[in-house]
């Protein structure tokens, strides 16, 4: 659900849609904005930093360390700490100093600590199973993918979603526009749907899952709409991404849930002792359901018939047909 600020952003033709018709037309609404430097300028960004990533202490707010440095004053550097991209320009093949929009656009760049940044460079986030770097909030070393040893970084669980909400933001908005380089290739395919290749954006997805969108990130959000005028729709409708990539690729998205008979409709997951209603408001009335291949006889399953886990349901009736997977909880 967005919040009352975003009232008329989001045009009401998004409904309906859902997976790469979903993410196109999104993509028109959030590349709409204004930039708020012409080529970098450190300078705005501290300005920027002190509105959006202030914490109520009076510190930077570093998701990437511990460092508890205050903001000094206007167009001043607080010690020890640098301006960092989570897509680094190395990625789009800009150089510095930077001009394309994605190395200028605000979502995307984050105060950090000098010494995390250089370690940091163009690695790619990932989950890190033998660290070289550990600063007990961020770390890097090497990780698997796809059986392969890779070098990259991995935020703590506190900011993995934020991370991957920049990432997510970063192929909805610029998709199209360059040709991913150097790292990136660990990360995406092409600009072409889905943009993230099936590994990476399995580990995003779960990334956003494991941590959901909070107040740190509402408020940033807010923030830097108020300066560049546009928005992170995953950070508005956290489950935006699953009605593009994920779980509900083939459920047509809506904006807000909060009418549907006392949550009656049919959602992405549940605990394990609620009733999972097979009602749909974009699935006629008269839909057939299934769930793990065997037939509904009812218009609702108890999460507990089902058990902790994935599950996938069908419906279909004589016009149209899909299928969603839920996820059970403990």
């Not at 190395?90 to 605000?106: M, R």
């Not at 560049?228 to 904006?255: A, H, K, M, T």
């Amino acid at each position: 659900m967005c919040a009352d600020s975003n009232d008329g952003y989001y045009p009401s033709t998004l409904e309906g849609l859902c997976g790469e018709d979903l993410l196109k037309a999104v993509r028109v609404v959030i590349r709409n904005h204004d930039s708020v430097m012409r080529q970098y300028d450190e300078d705005v960004l501290w300005n920027i930093f002190s509105v959006t990533d202030k914490r109520d202490d009076g510190t930077v707010w570093d998701i990437f360390s511990n460092s508890m440095v205050g903001f000094v004053a206007d167009d001043c550097v607080p010690s020890g700490m640098v301006c960092c991209h989570i897509v680094p320009p190395q990625w789009t093949g800009d150089a510095y100093p930077y001009s394309n929009d994605l190395s200028l656009d605000v979502h995307n760049i984050f105060p950090v600590d000098a010494e995390v940044a250089t370690v940091k460079s163009d690695l790619i986030p990932w989950e890190v199973d033998n660290a070289l770097y550990d600063n007990g909030v961020w770390k890097m070393g090497y990780g698997v993918m796809l059986e392969t040893e890779i070098q990259a970084y991995e935020p703590s669980d506190e900011y993995k979603g934020d991370v991957a909400r920049v990432l997510m933001y970063a192929a909805a908005c610029y998709g199209g526009e360059f040709q991913w380089q150097g790292q990136s290739w660990s990360l995406f395919n092409d600009n072409s749907y889905p943009v993230f290749n099936t590994t990476s954006l399995a580990m995003m997805l779960s990334w956003c899952r494991a941590d959901p969108v909070d107040d740190k990130e509402r408020n940033r959000n807010e923030a830097i709409y108020a300066v560049q005028g546009n928005r992170n729709p995953f950070v508005d409708f956290p489950d935006l991404c699953e009605y593009i990539w994920g779980e509900l690729s083939g459920v047509p998205f809506r904006f807000d849930d909060s009418d549907d008979n006392d949550g009656e409709y049919l959602k992405p997951s549940y605990n394990i002792g609620e009733k999972i209603w097979l009602r749909s408001r974009y699935v006629p009335d008269d839909a057939v359901w299934s769930v793990n291949g065997r037939d509904c006889a009812g218009n609702y399953i108890k999460a507990s018939d089902l058990g902790v886990g994935l599950h996938e349901l069908k419906f279909s009736t004589t016009l149209v047909t899909g299928k969603v997977t839920i996820e059970i909880k403990q």
